[in-house]
DNA sequence: GCCAACGTTGGC
DNA sequence: GCCAACGTTGGC
């Protein structure tokens, strides 16, 4: 069992987006960097989910979710239509994955990328460490850290 | 909207 | 395989 931290744009797809989907949640698609691929590829089903909330006023961790199934090949990296398309995967190798993830809930407050900086304990968080990974590991010991502020 | 930090691409 | 040019992410 792992813990994991994804983020997305509340613009494009919020948490309350996410909770909409319901008990069969939605697929956790648009993945396009080969790191944090990586990581999505090594979820399970059970894991948890740290929902963070990135390219707004507060940026922060706003929930938490629960992968539901083992990864699999992006449909959309083989379908032209979709925005996320990419004309490199092939049936053979789709080059992308995704994962389901549901709802499981919604914090108290948002728990900020100010608020997380300032907490000790979270210096080698790989959120922290490396801004720009959109799939990142959260330790066991990070998880605790973080839900005691929430 | 700016720009720093990275990742990716492609010429050589 | 190097590296310059370019693109993207995401905080501010």
Redesign the pocket.
């Known amino acids: 069992m792992a813990n994991w931290l994804l ?1 997305t ?1 509340p613009d494009e797809f919020s948490l309350d987006d996410l909770e909409a989907k319901g008990p069969n949640g939605e697929p956790w698609n648009g993945i ?4 944090a691929r990586n990581f999505l590829k090594q979820m399970q089903p059970g894991d948890r989910v740290l929902i963070y909330h ?3 006023a507060v ?1 922060g961790i706003v929930g938490e979710g629960e992968v539901i199934g083992q990864p699999y090949a992006d449909p959309d990296a083989l379908n032209p239509e979709s925005k996320y398309f990419d004309p ?1 995967s092939t049936a053979d190798n789709t080059r992308w994955w995704v994962v389901d993830v549901r709802f499981k809930r919604r914090w108290p407050q948002t728990v900020s ?2 608020t997380l900086k300032q907490q000790t304990g979270l210096d080698s968080m790989a959120l922290l460490r ?5 799939v990142s590991p959260v330790t066991e010991k990070e998880w605790e850290v973080i839900s005691s502020i929430a």
């Open positions: 983020k744009e396009r960097n080969y790191q990135s390219s707004c940026p490199k990328l100010k490396q801004g720009r990974l959109s």
